[in-house]
């Protein structure tokens, strides 16, 4: 199985890959681990898209993330896309409370990059993860929401799921 998970930031999409891939004993991919290198650099299109092939080699795998460049690579292999299409109020909270709990306790996002987040920026700068979420939050499900139309006539399955309940019930009967 080649699941892509998809959502909004603050959505949980890692925690939500990381239960699935625990429970299918498959590899977990986290895009953002592909493409973050240390002191918050970023990796070129050609560095990140070596990484994701290499990463997406296997046959099963549980893969973390939106990264639309990627598309190109990971349309062709994926079997199943599932949309965590949670409320603007939760998510909002959750990145509030992850941003905070980051900052404070200074934990390392990606091992080996030492890229931690600070409460400085988690509250002050122009790169926080909570304006980021306020800013595009609607925009980003918009664009994630069409996608199920764009796989109405294609081998790959669209899942959506919208609560917590959903997420709790399908992780139950998966």
């Given at each position: ?51 994701l092939k290499n990463a997406l080699s296997s046959e099963k ?88 139309n764009n796989f109405q006539n294609s081998q790959i399955k ?17």
């Amino acid at each position: 199985m080649r699941i892509n998970v998809i959502g909004t930031s603050g959505s949980g999409k890692s925690t939500f890959s990381k239960i699935l891939a625990k429970k299918m004993n498959v590899p977990y991919v986290e895009m953002d681990a592909l493409h973050w290198k240390a002191n918050w650099k970023e990796s070129s299109d050609e560095e990140l898209f070596n990484k994701l092939k290499n990463a997406l080699s296997s046959e099963k795998w549980i893969l973390d993330g939106n990264y639309s460049k990627t598309e190109h690579i990971k349309w062709k292999q994926i079997q199943i896309v599932i949309f965590l299409d949670l409320p603007f109020y939760l998510v909002l909270y959750r990145i509030i409370k992850r941003s905070l709990v980051r900052g404070l306790k200074r934990q390392e996002l990606w091992a080996g990059t030492g890229n931690k987040e600070s409460i400085l920026k988690v509250l002050f700068s122009k790169d926080s993860m909570i304006f980021f979420t306020i800013k595009n939050f609607y925009k980003n499900r918009k664009r994630y929401s069409k996608l199920s139309n764009n796989f109405q006539n294609s081998q790959i399955k669209f899942i959506s799921l919208k609560s917590r309940k959903d997420i709790n019930d399908f992780l139950l009967n998966f």
